[in-house]
């Protein structure tokens, strides 16, 4: 069976801005470029009314079950298909967690944030404006 992408029961992707709809894109490719399953852990829901993920700009991804080489691929893979002019690709990792992190792992941990479990966050950049260019037909 192919490599899968899977959401987690909760999770409500209904209402994707642009942005989101780009980054659910690229995460849905990823199974396939990437050999292994992926797991949308964050849509909208969980987070405060002006946060990217309730605007629909933002998905995270589990990394629990991912090895330290698979987790920087795919934080390549992301990062290099959704570009840096209007998206940010994040490695968050809890603080406590941070001083045990396998050293391959270390030059991509967003270190401001503190989340409740380490996982790959996509969003639109801060300040921008996503919007894609219709296809001429």
């Known amino acids: 069976?192919?490599?899968?992408?899977?959401?987690?029961?909760?999770?409500?992707?209904?209402?994707?801005?642009?942005?989101?709809?780009?980054?659910?894109?690229?995460v849905s490719s990823a199974p396939a470029a990437l050999g292994h399953d992926l797991t949308i852990t964050c849509g909208l829901d969980s987070h405060g009314p002006t946060?990217?993920?309730?605007l629909g700009a933002a998905l995270d991804l589990r990394t629990i079950d991912l090895t330290p080489a698979q987790i920087v691929a795919l934080y390549k893979y992301c990062a290099g298909n959704l570009g840096p002019d209007f998206f940010t690709t994040l490695y968050e990792v809890p603080h406590a967690d941070v001083p045990t992190l396998d050293p391959?792992?270390?030059?991509?941990?967003?270190?401001?944030?503190?989340?409740?479990?380490?996982?790959?966050?996509l969003q639109r950049r801060i300040g921008t404006v996503f919007t894609p260019t219709p296809i001429q037909v």
Do not use: E, F
């Not at 490599?3 to 690229?26: E, F, H, T």
């Not at 946060?51 to 309730?54: E, G, I, L, V």
């Not at 401001?112 to 790959?120: E, K, Q």
């Open 1 to 26: 069976m192919p490599p899968r992408l899977y959401v987690k029961p909760g999770v409500s992707l209904n209402g994707l801005d642009p942005a989101g709809c780009r980054i659910l894109a690229v």
């Open 51 to 54: 946060d990217p993920h309730t």
């Open 104 to 121: 391959l792992l270390v030059d991509y941990v967003y270190a401001p944030s503190n989340p409740t479990a380490a996982h790959l966050h």
